[in-house]
């Protein structure tokens, strides 16, 4: 029974059209001329559409993934049925004429008019193979079923087989007529390999289709029908790879049965248009077809049983074909079970695996009813040919009706074991941060903060251009890229250069050392035979290099040969920044599509050493690593291909935090943003976006967009998600400060007080909304991030809201704020020596806002402010308090003025021991302007008050320790004052710390300093003194250190004291106020007189007057001589 032609519907505008099924049939999908792809679910209903682009040239559809062939040279996916853009697979730089998908889905062939074939991964478009040896535009693409090879076919007049790994020619026949385009050719040429078996391969020459063997390639039979006069533009096998059906220019439709040779079905297009594009259904009941003029017809029910020329194996075999389908098409559920369902028939799998073993056995379902007559007819009557080969009818058959594609072999091998846990995923290739992938001829070899590289690979030129953004660091360089180099990386000393070894050469590694102050600015190194460079970057005087023998080689900038070690696995990518290098590598396979990524973080200060050993990298679920590098400011941060950006949050235990997803600034799914740098201040995030691809093109050159930080916080819609996400996002993004300060740099003070003062307003506002709210014991879990000066504000606000009971739990607060400052004062003293491990360590907690000296010093103009500019005007009865508050505070802060005095000489005669970086930053003192007098007197008012039956010991902490700087200094010299006192915060703690320690010493260097500084001498010193007893721990630590050190040896001296503050914390509140008492004791009557006496008044008013002008003309050294030689 022939089949039956369907009505034809007008789908596109008139040009070429494509067609093909999805996996289950359901869909017929169509291209054209017009650009869009239509997806129809049957010919009587309006088919919904996609815009692709001006024109679709070819389309191919597997697993939900729909890629077309677009005008504007780019091969493009979408999601199906929903038609979502899902990014660019590759581009050309002419259009695609032909897309394929392999049989698993998972490469996609193009072949394009410029004469190029790409094989691209669909998974990670990066891993492309470029075959090159067409002179012409390519006509047709197809690929082996087993994935071997691909058949392509161009307008030069040849067919070629390639072998895809290799990228080779395997075999080439000239057998069509040469134009010079494939608009002019006579016929597409669309050939195709035979499914399943993968026997031959089928070529349209002329009016014949020739079928060659696959493997040997010869020409083994021709497939002819002398109905057929004009060229045949297309063949397609059917599903089960024994019928071939071919479409021809003046609209024939013929299928032949391939292994008699004999034409089974022949149709005419009912308007005699050429047909262009064929497609059968995975049942191979039906072929949709579309002809040049934009149309889509159908042919239904293809079948082989009305032909009576067919041997009996194949009319009976090809029999259930039909009825499996008639059962598909009908959707009746009780056949449905009966002879189809893939997941309820308990006979399917057996069919598929042991049809060769005993057929009847497994054609009985559960049902009892009997399944696929026609197959156990076929196995009585079927003369000879063996159950291996009925079995693999019927398989088919069952492939056919419309179950997964399984591969040709899976009959043949019976009762194998199969695997069916998670699949591990194919590692990610390495790649170097902010380049485009190699593949490419135009593309960018790097893109950083320094400037741009940017790689030409074509016919007429093989070259590298650096561009720097800022052209002070060097002019920009054309070099010749004679050695083929595929890597680089740039900084403001150097560019750095590799290549691939080759059969003949070795890998090698060019560095341009532009910022050398000599006349040699080149060097060259090869590496040793089969040692391939994968990864590389630039530091501050070094270079990095991983290799393909899981080494990391490094090297200084000049080309000297450094230190040499093994990576844990293969290297995905490296960043370097100033004395930092950053590793990513495999460490184990993933699963599931999940990449099993560590991280190492190294720094080469003086003590070299690993910031983070091995650590897992986290990525989003299902994603890979595509950008990794390092802050302008030198935190490490990456990007991954879900658009989450995270960053090294170092105050946390170097844990990573997300900060920032681009893709919800994505307009469509194929959109993405290309990283090219990250600020942490101001926050910026650097990126070009991509439209519909992942990088960008070269030309036209690419605008750099600025996006915006953001914590993925529960609730930032509320005011208060959005406090909180900008307080921590603040915290993180600065914690950069403790970080450069402790590893010698300089860094920007201003920012720094800045960025706190930003902190405690927000911890402020906080706080009031809590209050408002009415959640008083979140009131007292904020004022436990806040400064201690902030916290007294919080009281103040507190008990203007009438909440006493949370201003007595604030004030406890305060004081436990004031011991704690006291109580660090011994370990920063004791850490100062080996500033390089230890400091670090001190600058991340004290940054972390839990009120040590870090924030304590910088909050003080800032709540000073808080003070003055938030509660300034609801101040009702401030002004006697201040009055009063001026006459105890002139007792106690003048001396710290003067003590200020005595140790901020010793930051300028720090910078010859190496601490540069940390000592000058403090000097710069940029915000003493802010103070305001009220801070902290009112609130040392307020403690006062507040807490007038607790001890005088600590309340002095408390009180002084905020008063550092001083207030009620005479106006005009009062900043220089304050910024003298700012600059100077954490060496007092240092000299308190040595006063208490070694008492004696420390006298003779007060008395040096009162020389030094005439008018206020017995106050200062008295108060110093003052200071010292206050810290019991001192006392403490003297008496407990020998017991410390038995319990655990092998603990350095910084060790230590941490072990001893921890222990000394456990101690119960009595115990340490009896240390504190005792260390008081030490100085005796003294101090009562001092209390008493209070200091003279007139010396108070000299100091004031003189403290600023005096701190000026201090002579270092004097000063250093009594804080440093007094610390041993």
Not at 12 to 29: A, M, R
Not at 81 to 86: C, E, I, K, R, W
Not at 1078 to 1085: F, L
Request: glycine share 8%; net charge negative; proline share 6%.
């Amino acid at each position: 029974m022939p089949c039956e032609r369907k009505p034809m519907r007008y789908g596109h505008s008139e040009g070429h059209t494509e067609v093909c099924f999805d996996d289950t049939g359901k869909f017929i999908v169509t291209c054209g001329n017009d650009g869009d792809v239509r997806i129809w679910e049957s010919l009587d209903d309006d088919p919904k559409f996609i815009t692709v682009g001006e024109k679709a040239y070819s389309l191919a559809l597997k697993k939900g993934k729909l890629v077309t062939a677009s005008s504007n040279n780019t091969v493009q996916i979408h999601t199906f049925p929903d038609g979502d853009p899902d990014g660019i697979l590759t581009r050309f730089t002419a259009n695609a004429t032909h897309v394929a998908f392999n049989s698993s889905g998972s490469r996609v062939a193009a072949g394009s008019s410029d004469f190029m074939v790409k094989v691209v991964e669909v998974s990670d478009s990066s891993q492309q193979k470029t075959l090159r040896g067409h002179e012409a535009p390519i006509l047709s693409v197809s690929f082996d079923p087993k994935d071997e090879y691909l058949a392509s076919a161009s307008c030069d007049g040849s067919v070629v087989v390639w072998n895809i790994e290799d990228q080779t020619q395997v075999i080439s026949w000239p057998l069509l007529q040469k134009t010079n385009d494939v608009s002019d050719a006579k016929s597409l040429c669309r050939l195709a390999f035979q499914p399943t078996a993968a026997k031959y391969l089928a070529v349209p020459v002329e009016t014949k289709v020739h079928l060659y063997e696959r493997g040997s390639w010869e020409h083994v039979s021709t497939l002819s029908d002398d109905l057929l006069t004009q060229p045949i533009n297309v063949v397609a096998w059917s599903p089960c790879g024994r019928l071939l059906a071919a479409g021809s220019v003046g609209g024939s439709l013929t299928v032949w049965d391939v292994s008699s040779k004999l034409c089974v079905e022949r149709q005419k297009h009912e308007k005699g248009f050429t047909v262009c594009a064929l497609a059968w259904h995975p049942s191979g009941r039906q072929i949709a077809y579309t002809d040049t003029e934009g149309c889509l017809g159908l042919l239904d029910g293809v079948s082989t049983s009305s032909t009576s020329t067919t041997s009996s194996k194949q009319a009976p075999a090809k029999k259930p074909a039909t009825d499996y389908d008639d059962l598909f098409d009908d959707d009746d559920d009780r056949i449905m079970d009966e002879g189809l369902s893939d997941t309820n028939s308990p006979a399917k799998k057996p069919v598929v695996g042991d049809d060769d073993d005993d057929d009847d056995e497994f054609l009985m379902p559960s049902t009892g009813r009997v399944r696929n007559r026609g197959a156990i007819l076929d196995d009585e009557n079927s003369l000879g040919t063996g159950s291996l080969k009925l079995g693999q009818d019927k398989f088919e058959d069952d492939d056919d009706a419309g179950s997964a594609v399984v591969p040709a072999a899976t009959p043949v091998v019976p009762l194998h074991p199969v695997y069916e846990g998670p699949m591990p995923t194919p590692p990610q290739k390495a790649f170097q941060p902010g380049s485009t992938p190699s593949h490419l001829t135009h593309r960018f070899l790097m893109w950083n903060s320094v400037g741009i590289v940017r790689g030409y690979n074509d016919e007429q030129d093989n070259a590298i251009d650096v561009e720097f953004h800022d052209s002070a660091v060097h002019h920009a360089m054309h070099l010749t890229n004679s050695l083929g180099h595929t890597v680089a990386d740039l900084s403001q000393e150097a560019v750095l250069l590799a290549c691939p070894s080759t059969d003949e050469l070795a890998s090698k590694l060019q560095c341009l050392h532009f910022s050398s102050w000599d006349t040699n600015k080149e060097w060259m190194v090869d590496l040793p035979k089969g040692e391939d460079v994968k990864a590389l970057c630039l530091g501050q005087g070094w270079a990095a290099v991983a290799t393909s023998a899981l080494m990391l080689r490094l090297f200084s900038i000049g080309g000297v040969q450094k230190e040499i070690f093994s990576l844990p696995g293969p290297v995905v990518c490296m960043a370097g920044h100033g004395e930092q290098l950053l590793i990513v590598y495999h460490r184990a396979t993933g699963f599931e599509g999940e990449q099993a990524l560590g991280v190492q973080l190294l720094l080469f200060s003086r003590r070299k050493r690993q910031l983070i050993n091995g650590e897992p990298l986290p990525l989003s679920p299902r994603s890979y690593l595509s950008w990794l590098g390092f802050t302008a400011e030198g935190t490490p941060c990456y990007v991954d291909s879900d658009g989450m950006v995270r960053m090294l949050n170092r105050s946390l235990g170097n844990t990573w935090t997300p900060v920032c997803h681009t893709r919800e600034t994505c307009k469509s799914k194929s959109d993405h943003y290309w990283v090219v740098g990250v600020h942490e201040n101001p926050q910026q995030l650097r990126c070009i976006p991509c439209k519909g691809s992942r990088y960008p093109p070269t030309l036209p050159r690419p605008a750099v967009a600025i996006l915006p930080f953001k914590l993925p916080l529960c609730q930032t819609t509320t005011e208060k998600g959005q406090m909180e996400e900008q307080f921590w996002r603040s915290v993180i993004f600065h914690n950069h400060f403790s970080f450069l300060s402790s590893s010698g740099y300089e860094i920007d003070e201003d920012a720094q007080n800045q960025s706190q003062k930003e902190q405690q307003e927000l911890l402020m506002k906080m706080f009031a909304l809590a209050c408002k709210l009415e959640r008083e014991f979140r009131c007292v879990e904020l004022a436990e991030l806040m400064t201690q000066n902030v916290v007294t504000l919080a009281i103040r606000y507190a008990s203007r809201s009438r909440r006493m009971v949370l201003a007595q739990r604030l004030s406890e607060i305060a004081l436990e704020k004031a011991n704690q400052i006291q109580e660090e004062e011994p370990e920063e003293q004791e850490e100062e020596p080996d500033y390089s491990s230890i400091r670090r360590t001190s600058g991340y907690g004290q940054t972390e806002l839990s009120g040590g000296h870090y924030s304590s010093r910088h909050n003080q103009e800032k709540e000073e402010e808080l003070g003055g500019d938030e509660l300034g005007e609801e101040d009702d009865g401030a002004g006697e308090m201040e009055t009063e508050e001026a006459k105890e505070i002139k007792k106690r802060v003048n001396p710290f003025a003067k003590e200020a005095k005595e140790v901020s000489p010793a930051t300028p005669s720090l910078t010859p021991i190496g601490k540069v970086g940390r000592a000058n930053p403090f000097k710069v003192a940029g915000s003493g302007k802010p103070l305001t007098s009220s801070g902290p007197p009112r609130m040392s008012n307020i403690l006062d008050s507040m807490t007038s039956s607790r001890k005088s010991a600590p309340l002095g902490g408390s009180a002084g320790k905020p008063n550092k700087s001083p207030v009620l200094k005479p106006l005009a010299p009062r900043p220089k004052a304050k910024s003298q006192t700012q600059s100077t915060l954490l060496q007092m703690t240092g000299t308190k710390a040595a006063d208490k320690k070694t008492q004696e010493n420390t006298e003779p260097a007060l008395d040096q300093q009162k020389h030094a500084e005439a008018p206020p001498p017995a106050p200062p010193a008295e108060n110093t003194e003052n200071q010292r007893p206050k810290t019991g721990f001192q006392l403490w630590l003297e008496e407990n250190r020998t017991s410390i050190i038995s319990d655990k040896p092998d603990l350095e001296e910084t060790d230590i004291i941490k072990e001893a503050m921890g222990r000394f914390r456990t101690l119960s509140a009595e115990e340490r106020l009896s240390w504190t008492e005792r260390a008081k004791g030490q100085t005796g009557d003294g101090e009562k007189k001092r209390k008493r006496e209070g200091g003279s008044p007139e010396k108070k008013e000299e100091t004031d007057e003189n403290s600023p002008k005096k701190k000026k003309s201090l002579d270092p050294s004097s000063k250093l001589s009594a804080f440093a030689f007094n610390k041993n």
